[in-house]
């Protein structure tokens, strides 16, 4: 009796850890996916990541040494491949755009979140990078830390220039 109840205790754990264990699986073949893409982007640029972030569908890294930004990001429909020269740019804005959800409250929804860099020279066109966009993903997972995370960051390595 004693050792029937322990198996069967054993077995609802077992299935109750399943699908943690599963999960974190999956993030962590899903974030050395991204990570492998992004060294694949910098090596086609000749640099080195010296830091990076990994979102739900996105990883952003940065060559300290050449003064480039990486950004990669994979959705169902396409991949998203970008490499930036901080030395071009004069400055990098937050964008978010969204919804007010109740006109008495200070409720807000967010819709799209991205990074955008506006250019020194004036008739190259801004790039930004989207960390979010609300008809992809349907919540935000750590999308707003990352974003003012890495626009300290580049702030400052613009100010440098």
Request: hydrophobic share 40%.
């Amino acid at each position: 009796m004693n050792t029937g109840t322990l198996i069967l205790s054993a077995f609802f754990i077992a299935i109750c850890a399943l699908p943690f264990i599963l999960s974190s699986r999956g993030s962590r073949k899903r974030k050395n996916t991204l990570h492998k893409s992004l060294q694949t982007l910098a090596n086609k640029h000749d640099a080195e990541i010296s830091i990076y972030d990994v979102g739900a569908d996105f990883i952003i890294g940065m060559d300290n040494i050449k003064n480039l930004v990486f950004f990669f990001k994979k959705t169902a429909d396409n991949s998203v491949e970008n490499c930036l020269d901080l030395s071009d740019y004069k400055d990098c804005k937050i964008l978010k755009f969204g919804k007010d959800l109740h006109a008495k409250s200070s409720s807000y929804a967010i819709e799209k979140l991205k990074l955008d860099f506006i250019p020194k020279d004036k008739t190259t066109s801004e790039q930004q990078f989207e960390f979010y966009n609300e008809a992809v993903n349907t919540q935000l997972s750590g999308e707003i830390q990352i974003i003012d995370t890495w626009h300290d960051l580049i702030q400052k390595k613009l100010a440098l220039n």
